[in-house]
């Protein structure tokens, strides 16, 4: 049974920190993994895709890394602002749909 | 290009009514899934959809749930006698196909259903 696991659940940082999600999966055979940005009440805002033949992938002060060898995905935010502040979800592609995490809640403190 | 459009973005449903959430794929897809959300909880898979084609619906309930994805128009979750426990927000995405190395899958706002 595929399963992803995000850890902390939730994460409290002051203004202008490099902050670490986590992401854990237990079906090394992925297609993509992809990170996605929820604001409360919100829909889903895809951030990052990383395909299964990739090791990392960036965009301004986001960089997602894979090791499909672990099984973890990392999802990196330098600099954080209180912008950054958001339910961040991350989603491993199976066969036939997304498998998601339950999420971590980051709170940037200005 | 439009993204995907789910509408309405808040429904409120008495007990025992039934409930017709739409989804419109972003154009030229033909991939869609419906996921559930329930307060403080992770987005679980319902069902994945392709025109006119129910490909997995090994998330949907077996009792009172159901959904299409005609040749024409937008994809429809339905349900049916709503109770309580069907409070949720429920999102739609849509891809070209999930499996394609260069796809990414691209979500609705969501449809906040209430049951009251």
């Known amino acids: 049974k595929q399963e992803v696991t995000q850890i902390p659940a939730a994460l409290s940082v002051p203004e202008g920190e490099n902050l670490v999600l986590n992401c854990s999966f237990t079906d090394s055979a992925i297609y993509n993994l992809q990170w996605f940005r929820q604001d409360p009440g919100k829909g889903l805002t895809s951030l990052l895709l990383?395909?299964?033949?990739?090791r990392e992938q960036t965009s301004g002060r986001l960089n997602a890394s894979l090791d499909k060898s672990s099984g973890r995905s990392t999802l990196y935010i330098a600099a954080s602002q209180p912008g950054d502040s958001a339910t961040y979800l991350c989603a491993q592609t199976g066969a036939n749909n997304l498998f998601f995490g339950t999420g971590t809640r980051l709170t940037v403190i200005p | 290009n439009a993204g995907v459009m789910q509408n309405p973005r808040h429904l409120v449903r008495r007990r025992g009514q039934e409930a017709r959430l739409r989804c419109s794929p972003v154009k030229g897809h033909s991939h869609v899934y419906w996921y559930r959300q329930l307060p403080e909880e992770g987005l679980k898979f319902m069902v994945y959809?392709?025109?006119?084609?129910?490909?997995?619906e090994s998330g949907m309930p077996k009792e009172r749930f159901s959904a299409e994805f005609p040749k024409e128009g937008p994809s429809i979750l339905r349900i049916q006698q709503v109770v309580r426990g069907d409070s949720a927000a429920y999102f739609c995405?849509?891809?070209?196909?999930?499996?394609?190395?260069?796809?990414?899958?691209?979500f609705g706002q969501g449809t906040r259903l209430t049951v009251v």
């Open positions: 995405a849509s891809s070209p196909l999930i499996q394609d190395l260069n796809t990414e899958a691209f």
């Open positions: 959809l392709q025109k006119e084609n129910i490909i997995d």
């Open positions: 990383i395909q299964s033949s990739q």
